[in-house]
C-alpha cells in the first residue's frame, strides 16, 4: 500500500501540480500540529465512509475484493477523494459564515424594532397621508382614491404636480430652524454668544471673553485739548469714515454682523485667534488731489507726491496717497476754522497754541485709528491684548522723513 501511495504521488508530481494543489501544499506547511491532525481525521473519516459505500471502488479496481490497483486507478481515486474532502470543507465554512451572517441580521433587526414606536409611527405616517390627500385639488370625481377617504382632486399636468409638491411637502417637511421655538436643530443651531448661535434653545456659549475695544481719530483725539470736533470746517470736511471689526479665527467670520464705527465697545469673542481689522470706507484722493495736498503742506511740485495705487479698493487702510488726502483735509479744515469761529472772533487756541507748522506735521502722523483692545485678568486687572496707534509721520520722525506704519496688533 505505501508503494501505491508513492507512485501516485510521483505521479502526480510528474504531471505538475495545479494553483489549487500549491495552495494545499502551502497550508498543509503552515498549519500546527493540532489543525493538521484534525483534517487528517477528517480525510480520514471520509475515507471509511468511501469504503463502506464503495463509491470508488477501491477494492474492487484490480478484479476481486483485495486485488491490487495500478498507480492511474489509484492516482484518479485519491484525487477524487480530496476533492470530496475539499467540497466538505468549504461547506462548513459556508454555512459558517452564513450563520454568522444571519444572527447578525437578526440582531439588527431587533435592536431597530425596538426601537420603534409602532403607535406613534403609524399616527405621524396616517397624519401625514391624510394632510397630502386633503391638499389635493378637489373635483369629487376621478380622484387618485375614489373608493377610500382619500382626496378626490386630480393634477393635470407635471407643472401642476411640482407647484402642488412644493407648496404642500417640501415647504412643510423642510423647515427652516426658528431661534426660540425651545427645540435647539442642530448643525445650525448651537450654543450662542452675540449674533452666533442660538442662545434661547442651546443655551449660552461658554468659552467667550469680554473684551474692551477703544479706538478713536485724530480729531476725536485733538478734542481732549481742544474742543472743535462738533465745529463746521471740521464737519463738513472730506471724512474717510474709518471703522473696525474683530475677525474670529474660531468662527470664520467676523464677530460684529456690520463694521464699526465706534469709538467705545464692550463684546465677548470665542477663545482663540482673533485680528482687529482696520477700514478705510470712503476714498479721499478723488475729491483731494495732489494740487491740493502739495499746496496744503507747501511742496513746491506736486508730481513728487505719491499717487493712489491700482487695483485696490476704497476700504484699503493704509495706502500712502490716502494718508496724505487725509492728512490735508484734516489740516485744511484746522486752518479754516482758524480763520475766524462761528462767532466772527478768533478762537484763543488758535492765537496762542496753534501753528501751521505744528499742525502740519502733527496731522502727517494722525492717519486712521488709534488706541487699545484690553481684557479683564481676573485680579490682576485690565490686560491689553493690542495696541493700536496711528499710520503716517510723528513728531520726532517728521523732521527726519520717516514714517510709521500701521500699527495694528491681534490676539
Known amino acids: 500500500m505505501a508503494a501505491v501511495a508513492a507512485a501516485a504521488r510521483n505521479a502526480r508530481m510528474r ?22 491532525l484534525h483534517r487528517m481525521r477528517q480525510v480520514e473519516a471520509v475515507l471509511e465512509e468511501t469504503r463502506n459505500t464503495r463509491l470508488f471502488g477501491l477494492d474492487e479496481a484490480g478484479g ?34 452564513f450563520a454568522g451572517s444571519f444572527i447578525f441580521f437578526l440582531c439588527y433587526v431587533t435592536v431597530i424594532f425596538l426601537q420603534r414606536d409602532i403607535q406613534k409611527s403609524f399616527a405621524i405616517e396616517d397624519s401625514l397621508l391624510n394632510a397630502l390627500k386633503s391638499s ?3 373635483v369629487n370625481v376621478d380622484g387618485y382614491t375614489n373608493a377610500d377617504r ?11 404636480f411640482y407647484e402642488w409638491f412644493g407648496v404642500n411637502v417640501l415647504n412643510r417637511v423642510y423647515v427652516d430652524e426658528v431661534c426660540g421655538d425651545g427645540l435647539c436643530e442642530s448643525p445650525n443651531e448651537y450654543p450662542g454668544f452675540g449674533r452666533f448661535g442660538c442662545t434661547k434653545d442651546c443655551g449660552r456659549y ?14 476725536s483725539r ?21 471703522k473696525w471689526n474683530i475677525w474670529s479665527e474660531t468662527m470664520q467670520a467676523f464677530v460684529l454682523e456690520d463694521d464699526s464705527d465706534l469709538t467705545t465697545m464692550s463684546l465677548d469673542v470665542p477663545d482663540g485667534h482673533f485680528e482687529l481689522r482696520l477700514y478705510q470706507t470712503a476714498s479721499l484722493v478723488s475729491s483731494i488731489d495732489a494740487n491740493t495736498v502739495s499746496a496744503a503742506f507747501r511742496v513746491a511740485d506736486a508730481s513728487l507726491l505719491p499717487g493712489r495705487s491700482s487695483g485696490i479698493s476704497d476700504f484699503f487702510y493704509g495706502e500712502k496717497a490716502e494718508v496724505l488726502a487725509v492728512s490735508a483735509s484734516n489740516l485744511l479744515a484746522i486752518d479754516d476754522y482758524c480763520v475766524v469761529d462761528a462767532n466772527g ?14 499742525f502740519e506735521i502733527k496731522t502727517l502722523g494722525g492717519y486712521g485709528l488709534s488706541g487699545t483692545v484690553t481684557f479683564k485678568n481676573g485680579s490682576a486687572g485690565i490686560a491689553t491684548l493690542a495696541e493700536v496707534g496711528f499710520c503716517g509721520l510723528n513728531a520726532p520722525l517728521a523732521l527726519q522723513g520717516k514714517s510709521v506704519r500701521c500699527n495694528v496688533g491681534s490676539y
Open 136 to 138: 389635493l385639488p378637489n
Open 345 to 358: 472772533r478768533k478762537d484763543a487756541y488758535c492765537t496762542g497754541a496753534y501753528t501751521l507748522t505744528d
Open 150 to 160: 382619500g382626496a378626490t382632486g386630480v393634477l393635470n399636468d407635471a407643472e401642476e
Open 206 to 219: 461658554e468659552n467667550t471673553t469680554r473684551i474692551y475695544v477703544n479706538l478713536e481719530d485724530w480729531v
Open 15 to 36: 504531471r505538475g501540480k495545479s494553483l489549487r494543489e500549491r495552495e494545499d501544499d502551502h497550508i498543509s506547511n503552515n498549519l500546527d500540529r493540532t489543525a493538521l
Open 64 to 97: 476481486a475484493e483485495g486485488g491490487e490497483v495500478d498507480d492511474e486507478t489509484m492516482l484518479r481515486q485519491v484525487t477524487g477523494l480530496l476533492s470530496q474532502v475539499r467540497e466538505r470543507l468549504d461547506r462548513s465554512t459556508s454555512y459558517r459564515r
Open 222 to 242: 485733538l478734542t481732549y485739548t481742544w474742543n472743535i470736533g462738533k465745529s463746521a470746517p471740521i464737519l463738513s470736511r472730506e471724512n474717510p469714515f474709518f
